[in-house]
């Protein structure tokens, strides 16, 4: 599905990006993880052509996406902020974005998945962060692409909309998508991922299973098993 081969970015002096490589294959759910500054939302937009690396070269199916823009029709991306014009009504912000993609559309059953019906006539200024986020959520999934992005999905969700999402998750995973994810809540990629990629400073310093990863560093859990690859070995 994603190939990524010897991926060098770099902003002024800072390198964020280091000869990375990458395989991703299709179908399932891949989660990317790393501290602040790691190098995950460079190489997110990378893959979305929104950065554009210095050196390396990312094919999806093969093709190479550089100088190409078309692929990005068969992705649906969830940012980790979406800004949207606050007048805007969130049934005119739906329709506005079916306008721009031109492609076949599920928006009714995901309003109401997430319980959002209510909303439909009010203006995105007025509503809470958490019913934004499910309003950024209904226009992802929305769309049936192959590939979709999400940066952050659970941002301000409350647990039953976090339940909901994990749902929603798992059923496009098993109409064989792929679905790459970032996230700080550990316990959230536990349950959904089927592999985990860690960055630290631009290199990936573990790809595999959560059971690989667990095993490997003799933790419990993911969140005790990414504090032990985060952690230097103390010098005697």
Do not use: C
């Amino acid at each position: 599905m994603i190939n990524i081969e010897s991926l060098y970015k770099k902003f002024g002096k800072n390198e964020v990006l280091i000869g990375l490589d990458l395989q991703i294959e299709s179908g399932g759910i891949f989660a990317v993880l790393g501290p602040n500054g790691s190098g995950k939302t460079t190489l997110i937009k990378s893959i979305l052509g929104m950065v554009v690396p210095n050196e390396g070269d990312i094919s999806i199916d093969g093709r190479s996406i550089k100088n190409k823009w078309k692929y990005r029709e068969d992705i649906s991306y969830l940012p980790q902020i979406a800004n949207f014009p606050g007048n805007l009504k969130v049934e005119e912000l739906i329709r506005m974005i079916k306008d721009l993609r031109q492609n076949p559309s599920d928006e009714q059953q995901l309003v109401r998945h997430f319980g959002l019906e209510p909303f439909l006539d009010k203006k995105l200024a007025t509503l809470s962060g958490g019913t934004k986020q499910k309003v950024n959520i209904v226009l992802t999934f929305m769309f049936d692409n192959p590939l979709i992005i999400l940066d952050e999905p659970t941002t301000g969700l409350d647990p039953m909309a976090l339940i909901r999402l994990k749902k929603l998750i798992e059923a496009e995973k098993n109409k064989g998508k792929t679905i790459l994810v970032t996230s700080h809540i550990m316990q959230f990629v536990e349950e959904i991922a089927d592999e985990i990629v860690y960055l630290l400073e631009g290199k990936i310093y573990f790809k595999g299973s959560v059971p690989a990863l667990k095993e490997q560093t003799g933790q419990k859990t993911v969140e005790q098993a990414i504090a032990a690859i985060a952690t230097p070995p103390a010098h005697a």
